[in-house]
């Protein structure tokens, strides 16, 4: 909950509620702008309660709780907003939107970009009610986005033409997914990757019936959704496995609600059949209590048996795809210059840079003039999945592509440009536009954001950039502002002596996917104390950050038990920094290490610390109500009969 909004709900002011709450024993810090859940409820309880009251304010603050309870003027704030636009918005000076933030806590200069949760609670200050704008995807700059990539698919009807359909598999980790797409295309696969998990992005193509196929081989849902955010709707049919003798799963709801957002024809592949004592009936069941209903229980949900591993029930599978294709018209214009969709990009030592791309309409020529996001040059060499060279690649076809200057980002879309005026116009706006996204993405991980945050500083090293975007995707999903991911540097290669004293400087850890550290690295990190960690499967790779992000995350707080109080009957020996007394237990218990506060007519006087307890000359443990016993008391205050000691101990509470 928004501080502003706690205090509105208390009656008072956002400064009064601050300097009150560490009173009553709910430190959430001067500069706090958020207040934990839990924590909020319980202070709005105990106030309705009674149990908390707060001192009269003075008139200037009254007018604040006047102003904040008033009727406010309602604006709308995008996702991201600079200082400057957030001023003209809310028609303030600039100067008193950076103070406001500078009061929370947060240095912003007048160009820097803020997210909509702190912009959020600067106009709430201000007197502002705030809603987040819709964002639409729109041509920026000459850049296609999304929604003209859609629209552009969907012109020319008269010039469409058949083409293959593209077609994603998906489903739980072990299910069996590339063992699927390794069994339809007679190539190994599985044995290559880790856990049987696929890391890299690829397309493979293979003929049925006189037709093609495309299969898009994506590394665990975080890198299809990175495709979909830029590129549109990627794939044309989606088949879902699913492990016949292990049901539904957490990865599977969650192709099924992918699938369902992209309005994705699909089809249910019931896979691991040939093992002995499967359900099919049983995994229907779990089928239709998702509202997936099989077409032989008299729903719409086409199920196919298979086992990818011995290949039964494929050809049937194979040959539904192409039945869906003629159901759904899977067609694109070829007669265009060439859109398609970035899904793997590497640095390969002997090709250098590498990118492959799904040509979505139009047909790429070898030589044609190219943009992808902020990449430019040439097509100078088209190559298949077969490695063999193409003249042209034409819609629905994954093509590798030779020769340009710079590694793309998974999910940029390429566009093909004859017109040398159009491409040099389009060159620089292009440049422009994705400097100005960097930085926006730079920022939302939590660069320079909030000054009292707790930092994890990463070096990120990937083996291609199609990991790198899944990993990109994940970090930007599990970030809290009140925790910073700081990625202090990322790029593909192995790790060398360079990440390490990068990491020594900014004391950072350096995390690696599916690459190896030279042994002058290891070296220099063992002797500079760098922390190196290397992943196989990206899973691994993001559950480590989120764990680490967990424990930098939890925060210890000291609760006070009280348990009783002891009335002085009497002083005895007094040494240095000990005192030895007698007393009677009024009521609870005081035990031995207890913590004392020292009382003289309800008025505190000091503290101490019960050294050691007795009751007839016997050391115990504690001392009931009622007992009279003897006490050596660690203090430097000086204690007279009649004074009360009130006993507590303190207990720490690890909180996340």
Sequence with gaps: MNITELARKLKISTVKLREELPKLGFDIGQKAIKVNPWVANKIIENFQKGLIKFEEEKEEEKEEIIHQLTDKKEI?????????????????????????????????????????????????????????????????????????????????????????????????????????????????????????ITQHIGAYQVEKNGQLITFLDTPGHEAFKAMRTRGGRVADIAILVVAADDGLKPQTLEAIKIIQQEKLPFVVAINKIDKPEV?????????????????DWGGKIICIPISAKKGDGVDNLLEMILLIKEMEKI?????????????????????????????????????????????????????????????????????????????????????????????????????????????????????????????????????????????????????????????????????????????????????????????TALILAREKKVQIKIYETIYDLIDEINKIQNEMAKTTKIERIDLGCLRILATFKKGEGSIILGGQVLEGKIIKKGKV???RRDKKIGEGVIDELQTNKVPIEEVNAGVECGIKLNTQTLIMPDDILYVYEEKIIETK
Excluded: W
């Excluded at 007197?127 to 929604?147: C, H, M, P, R, S």
């Excluded at 099919?280 to 209903?293: D, S, V, Y």
């Excluded at 819609?395 to 005026?421: F, H, M, N, R, Y």
């Design 76 to 196: 709308k704030i995008p996702a991201t907003i600079t200082v400057y636009q957030l001023a003209q918005k809310l028609e303030i000076p600039v100067v008193q939107i950076i103070s406001e933030l500078i009061k929370n806590g947060i240095m912003a200069t007048i160009n820097e970009e803020i997210d909509f949760e702190t912009a959020s609670i600067v106009a709430q200050d201000l007197g502002f009610k705030t809603q987040i704008a819709d964002e639409i995807l729109i041509q920026e700059g000459g850049v296609i986005t999304n929604e003209k990539l859609k629209e552009i698919l969907k012109e020319d009807e008269d010039k469409l033409e058949s083409k293959p359909p593209v077609v994603v598999i998906m489903g739980h980790v072990d299910h069996g997914k590339t063992t699927l797409l390794d069994f339809i295309r007679k190539t190994n696969v599985v044995s290559s990757e880790s856990h049987g």
């Design 279 to 295: 359900d099919i009936e049983r995994l229907k069941q779990q089928l239709a209590e998702n509202n997936l209903l099989p077409e």
């Design 331 to 519: 067609k694109a214009n070829p007669n265009r210059e060439a859109l398609g969709t970035i899904i793997e990009s590497h640095l390969d030592s002997q090709e250098g840079t590498v990118a492959t791309v799904l040509i979505q309409t139009g047909t790429l020529k070898g030589g044609d003039a190219i943009i992808i996001g902020p990449v430019s040059g040439k097509a100078r060499t088209l190559k298949d999945f077969n490695n063999l060279e193409l003249n042209e690649a034409k819609p629905g076809t994954p093509v590798k592509i030779l020769g340009l200057k710079k590694i793309c980002q998974v999910g940029d879309i390429l566009e093909a440009i004859s017109d040398k005026k159009e491409f040099k116009k389009k060159e620089k706006e292009h440049s422009l536009f994705f400097e100005k996204k960097r930085k926006k993405i730079l920022f939302f991980l939590g660069q320079k954001k909030f000054l009292d945050a707790k930092k994890l500083n990463i070096i990120l090293k990937f083996d291609v950039s199609g990991s790198e975007e899944a990993i990109l995707e994940s970090l930007v999903k599990i970030h809290r502002p009140e925790l910073i991911i700081n990625v202090v540097a990322q790029g593909l290669g192995n790790i060398a002596e360079a990440d390490v004293m990068r990491a020594y400087a900014s004391q950072a850890q350096i995390i690696g996917l599916h690459v190896i550290a030279t042994k």
């Design 597 to 599: 506060d020292i009382k």
